[in-house]
């Protein structure tokens, strides 16, 4: 074991809410909303670029392989140039990069989450599906115009959010423990009220008015995954009304603090 590890001796509690570019991390002393992996952002603007310059490469090599609408042809035989080849190895090369630093960068943030408790507890999310383009045709109501079926695929990609569960689960069990997964369909904090009603929420809508109180709607969920019972199925109530005057005090202070942050993403969180 590493000296510097701070590893949680106790059986505290930790309910992670796991999004597609962020998470929500509640304890008993601690709330907190964290973007995954925040170190790769500068080098998507790297790639973008380099993608931008092989397709201007590829289409001045092959200028026969494509419709007068720019669109490609089927059934082509393409041809590469030199300038073409240099590009994709600095491409293949930069995502090499970036798929180490993104693991770095969870396996950090989950020393910082086994430094609060070692029961951790996280709901059982399907990321795939996410990842599928919406099946129902929708239209903006402003302009009329159809809206797009791409959803968090290209999120998920950046930041891999599942594999950060992962992480938590293996260095738990050099301690003899694993996470624990709740059942996200019979628990539903997502839509549950402490009140114990349940009511559907959009997507969009990103706060909960709880007692008055403007409460952020994934900090929200993450509180009652730290305060489920030990069947992982239902919400403790009583345990969410004993916590709930300190979870108030520490979920308005981190809110204050996003406010102040330079994080784009997490500003949009609490806009």
Same mark, same amino acid.
């Given at each position: 074991?590493?000296? %510097?590890?701070?590893?949680a001796?106790?059986?505290?509690?930790?309910?992670? #809410?796991?999004?597609?570019?962020t998470i929500?991390?509640?304890?008993?002393?601690?709330v907190?909303?964290?973007?995954?992996?925040?170190?790769?952002?500068? #080098?998507? @603007?790297e790639l973008?670029?380099?993608?931008q310059?092989?397709?201007r490469?590829?289409?001045?090599?092959?200028?026969?392989?494509f %419709?007068?609408n720019g669109?490609?042809?089927?059934?082509c035989?393409w041809?590469?140039?030199?300038?073409?080849?240099?590009?994709?190895?600095?491409?293949?090369d930069?995502?090499?990069?970036? +798929? +180490?630093?993104?693991? @770095?960068?969870?396996?950090?943030?989950?020393?910082?989450? *086994?430094?609060?408790?070692s029961?951790?507890?996280?709901?059982?999310?399907?990321f795939?599906?996410? @990842?599928?383009?919406?099946?129902?045709?929708?239209?903006n109501r402003?302009?009329?115009?159809?809206?797009?079926?791409?959803?968090?695929?290209?999120?998920?990609?950046?930041?891999a959010?599942?594999? !950060?569960? +992962?992480?938590?689960?293996?260095?738990?069990?050099?301690q003899?423990?694993? /996470?624990?997964k709740?059942?996200?369909y019979?628990?539903?904090?997502?839509?549950?009220?402490?009140?114990?009603?349940?009511?559907?929420?959009?997507l969009?809508?990103?706060?909960? #008015?709880?007692?008055g109180?403007?409460?952020q709607?994934? !900090?929200?969920?993450?509180?009652? /995954?730290?305060?489920?019972?030990d069947?992982?199925?239902?919400? #403790?109530?009583?345990?969410?009304?004993?916590?709930?005057?300190?979870?108030?005090?520490?979920?308005?202070?981190?809110?204050?603090?996003?406010?102040?942050? %330079? %994080?784009?993403? *997490?500003?949009w969180?609490v806009?």
């Amino acid at each position: 074991m590493k000296r %510097n590890r701070k590893l949680a001796n106790n059986n505290n509690r930790v309910g992670l #809410d796991v999004g597609t570019s962020t998470i929500a991390i509640v304890s008993k002393e601690h709330v907190e909303l964290r973007e995954l992996a925040p170190e790769i952002n500068h #080098d998507e @603007q790297e790639l973008r670029r380099i993608e931008q310059a092989m397709d201007r490469s590829k289409r001045a090599t092959n200028p026969h392989h494509f %419709n007068p609408n720019g669109m490609i042809k089927r059934g082509c035989h393409w041809k590469y140039s030199n300038r073409y080849k240099r590009l994709r190895f600095k491409r293949k090369d930069i995502y090499r990069k970036i +798929a +180490a630093l993104r693991k @770095q960068s969870h396996e950090k943030l989950a020393n910082d989450i *086994l430094a609060l408790g070692s029961d951790i507890r996280v709901e059982t999310m399907r990321f795939q599906s996410l @990842q599928k383009k919406a099946k129902e045709t929708t239209r903006n109501r402003k302009n009329g115009k159809i809206n797009k079926k791409k959803r968090f695929g290209k999120s998920i990609a950046h930041h891999a959010p599942a594999m !950060l569960p +992962a992480i938590i689960d293996r260095k738990l069990g050099y301690q003899g423990r694993s /996470i624990k997964k709740i059942d996200t369909y019979a628990a539903k904090t997502s839509q549950y009220h402490i009140t114990g009603e349940c009511n559907k929420k959009p997507l969009s809508d990103r706060w909960n #008015d709880i007692q008055g109180l403007c409460i952020q709607r994934d !900090l929200y969920s993450a509180f009652l /995954i730290g305060n489920t019972t030990d069947s992982l199925d239902s919400v #403790d109530v009583s345990l969410c009304n004993a916590q709930w005057p300190r979870f108030v005090e520490l979920h308005h202070r981190e809110i204050a603090r996003l406010k102040q942050s %330079n %994080n784009k993403t *997490l500003r949009w969180f609490v806009a």
